[in-house]
């Protein structure tokens, strides 16, 4: 298989374990080497499921945009660039406003609900000083909990929302409402 496909044996070992999920070019070469449709090894994607990489290459690709075209707009290396369309790399804030204005779309776009609680989240736990493990003590979950929101993996329940907003001094509306609806609301 590794042969036929040009992918690395222990990457392939890692995406049949479920440890890596195989970008979709890698999962078109598996594909082709099975012989095999793209569609038996690649799961269409809704919204919801897509990264915060792959939610910039789709707006990206969008637009008729290359990485080349973005990086330069956006004053960001292309390499940078690359690895946060691949999900290697996760950006500052900064970074992603330069990347939402080179797409001429807000940043609050970029976001799916999971990926924007995960930012949110990471965000204000680093700014209030603590720990995984200590907001997590704090809040009443799990530490594996907390480092699953902060990968954008998992969906919080209303009520782990509620007592983590409260540990970090934040309304749950923080993490649930994109930035835009809530100027809106103020102005």
Do not use: W
Not at 48 to 73: T, Y
Not at 107 to 128: D, G, K, N, P
Request: charged share 25%; hydrophobic share 40%.
């Amino acid at each position: 298989m590794s042969r036929l496909s040009g992918v690395s044996v222990s990457y392939i070992s890692e995406i049949e374990r479920g440890a890596k999920e195989g970008a979709t070019k890698t999962m078109i070469k598996i594909a082709s080497a099975l012989g095999v449709p793209r569609e038996e090894v690649i799961k269409p994607l809704s919204e919801s499921d897509v990264g915060l990489g792959q939610r910039i290459q789709m707006f990206r690709e969008k637009k008729n945009l290359s990485v080349s075209d973005v990086a330069k707009i956006s004053g960001i290396e292309a390499g940078l660039l690359q690895e946060i369309e691949n999900g290697n790399i996760k950006p500052d804030i900064e970074t992603l406003k330069a990347i939402a204005e080179a797409l001429h779309i807000s940043t609050s776009q970029l976001f799916s609900t999971v990926t924007m609680i995960a930012t949110r989240l990471r965000t204000v736990r680093e700014q209030s000083g603590l720990t995984q493990a200590e907001l997590a003590e704090k809040a009443g979950v799990s530490p594996g909990l907390i480092g699953q929101l902060e990968q954008g993996k998992v969906q919080p329940s209303l009520r782990t929302i509620e007592r983590i907003s409260e540990v970090l001094g934040v309304t749950p509306c923080y993490f649930l409402v994109p930035q835009p609806s809530l100027d809106s609301l103020l102005h």
